[in-house]
C-alpha cells in the first residue's frame, strides 16, 4: 500500500512540473507628461511569432545573420484599450488614477475569468528628470500562464 501511495505521489509530482504553458504579456503605459497631453494605453499583442526567425547566431568564425530587418518585427494586430493620463492641466488627478485602476482591475478579472493566471508583474518609470522635465511614462507588464 505504501509503494501505491509513494508512486501516486510521484506520478503526481512529475506531472505537475512536466506540464506546458502558454504564456501571454500585456503591458500598461501611463503618460505622466504634465497638462494631460500624453498618451495613454493597454496594450495586447494579436499575433504570433517566431523570435528565433529574427535571432542571429554569433560563433567564434563570425556570425550567421537573419535576413529579417527590424521592420519585419513590428506586427499589425494588437489591442489598444484607452487609459487617461495621470495628469490634467492643474497637476496629478487622482480620479485618472482611480478610472486606470479600473480599467486595469476589468482587465486582470477578464484573463482570470479565462484561465489565466497572473504570475508576475513588473512595473517601471522613464523620466529624463532634467531642468523643465516634462517627459515621461509608468509602464506596467504582466505576465500570464495558463496550461
Do not use: H
Not at 1 to 22: D, H, N, R, V, W
Not at 53 to 67: E, L, N, P, S, V
Not at 107 to 112: D, G, P, Q, T
Amino acid at each position: 500500500m505504501k509503494k501505491i501511495m509513494l508512486c501516486s505521489f510521484l506520478f503526481t509530482t512529475i506531472g505537475t512540473f512536466s506540464q506546458a504553458f502558454q504564456y501571454k504579456i500585456v503591458t500598461s503605459i501611463e503618460s505622466i507628461v504634465p497638462g494631460g497631453v500624453g498618451r495613454s494605453r493597454i496594450i495586447e499583442n494579436g499575433a504570433e511569432v517566431d523570435y528565433t526567425q529574427f535571432t542571429t547566431i554569433r560563433t567564434k568564425d563570425g556570425k550567421d545573420k537573419t535576413d529579417k530587418d527590424r521592420s519585419d518585427v513590428k506586427i499589425d494586430d494588437l489591442k489598444e484599450s484607452t487609459l487617461v493620463n495621470f495628469y490634467s492641466l492643474v497637476g496629478i488627478n487622482f480620479q485618472n488614477i482611480a478610472s486606470n485602476d479600473a480599467m486595469i482591475t476589468s482587465m486582470l478579472n477578464k484573463y482570470s475569468k479565462d484561465g489565466w493566471d497572473l504570475f508576475s508583474i513588473v512595473s517601471g518609470v522613464e523620466s529624463d528628470a532634467g531642468k523643465g522635465d516634462g517627459d515621461g511614462i509608468f509602464i506596467t507588464r504582466y505576465y500570464f500562464r495558463k496550461k
